[in-house]
């Protein structure tokens, strides 16, 4: 345990340096400490200053991160330490985290919304011609023929196996009209495509992205009956739809009222989709769709009428940078000043900035009655004056930004701040405090078990 005060701050923007008792994380004082897994973009982690943050990969984990950035890694409890502040994905999807679990224990999870749109969406604009116009099955008959030595001859004589339609003036239904739902109906109406559009949870800034032809109707049976092809862009939960959830959702019911020759894209998330329910549309013989994913299916995998990619999604470098970039600046807002954007899980916060004549408290609780009112009568019983407060909260968590005078010392209530920020943390309710301050990397504490951690 070494005093704040004893150690050297880095060159930063503040010279805050208070005498609170914590562990150097690693041996190294005034060091954040990320721990990645998955193969993040050189890009996103090139704007962490490297003057206080440390990166580890996968092969070389520190013992006691500060925060955790992935990609599809599938996190487990065990694997994120109790010194943590935050989690971030890059990437819009969140079921690769806990989420529910990183909220009991105070750790805002973070995504990357919008950093892959341009991706997705290119790739949902490349599944419908390829349900359109057999394209990979052309390619299969033209490397067939390639092996006979025939390709020139019958070149033109086969072409006719392999018809298909234009996208000009039919339907699009997008279910779903977030970043990238939004960007699908926009540059499929340049192609000249009708849009049918449904979302109830949809936002006025997504509203304004749509293009001006665009029809809203108020369910996904509408959008399945009116379409000609259908693009699933909504998150998975996993529950079914009669609890909330969206497992299966795309089931027999929206089936049995499609269009005979629907081509479905999902590159949402497999889960979406009955496969049993899909497989006995097809099979059925009475429908010609096409269902287009790039989420593996051990039902659908070789169906004739599937036509199943690799999850390519978000993998371009421009998508994996955008994200990367986007995760590690949430990751120092977050670290450095407290602010949440971008969370799953906490209510977003913005902050204005602090002075250098101030300290700046971040407090984790549980979303109750009289927490907070304990919380602001610590910091009276030890005559601190408050300069800023934000309080957010969301569902069960909630959280607290304290802005309060460095000057206090004088008080003779006062006794250290190594004293205050053991009496915030183990107030009722209470998950973890922050105290920010130039030694990077300190000055977290936790409650855990009725037990004061530092």
Known sequence: MLRRSALLPPTRSFSLALDLEHKMVDNVPGVFQIQTFNAISPVGLSKYDPNIYSIHSQEEKTPNAH??????????????PPTTRCIARCGAGTNNIPVSRMT???????????????????LVLCGLLLGSRK?????????????????KEQVEKVKSQFGGQELKGKTLGVIGLGHIGSATARDASSLGMNIVGYDPGMSIESALRLPNNTKLVESMKAVFASSDYVSLNIPYIS????????????????????????????????????????KDWFDSGENSGVYVSDFPDDLLYDHPQTLILPHLGASTE????????????????FLENGEI?????????????????????????????????????????????????????????????????????????FKSWSELQEGLTMVDGVISSRFMNDVYGTGY??????????
Request: net charge negative; with cysteine.
């Open 445 to 454: 504490a936790k409650q855990m078990g009725g037990q004061y951690f530092v």
């Open 318 to 333: 421009e998508a994996e940078d955008a994200a990367a970039t986007m995760a590690s600046n949430t990751i120092q807002k």
């Open 135 to 151: 394209i990979v099955q052309g390619i299969g008959k033209m490397r067939e023929l390639g092996d006979q030595g025939l390709a």
């Open 67 to 80: 925060a955790i950035m992935l990609r599809s890694h599938k996190i487990k409890e065990e694997e994120v």
């Open 239 to 278: 529950k079914p739809p009669s609890e909330g959830g969206t497992h299966g959702i795309i089931g027999r019911d929206l089936l049995m009222s499609a269009k005979k020759n629907l081509v479905i894209c999902n590159f949402a998330r497999g889960e979406l989709v009955d496969s049993e329910a899909m």
């Open 104 to 122: 009991e224990l105070g750790i805002p999870v973070f995504n990357t919304p919008g950093a892959n749109a341009n991706a997705v969406k290119e």
């Open 341 to 413: 954007v971008n969370s799953v899980n906490f209510p977003e916060t913005r902050l204005e900035a602090r002075s250098d004549t101030t300290v700046r408290i971040a407090i984790v609780n549980e979303n109750k009655a009289g927490v907070l009112a304990n919380i602001l009568s610590e910091l009276a019983s030890a005559n601190i004056n408050i300069l800023q407060q934000v309080n957010r909260s969301r569902d069960s968590i909630a959280y607290n930004v304290i802005d309060v005078e460095l000057d206090t010392l004088s008080s003779g209530k």
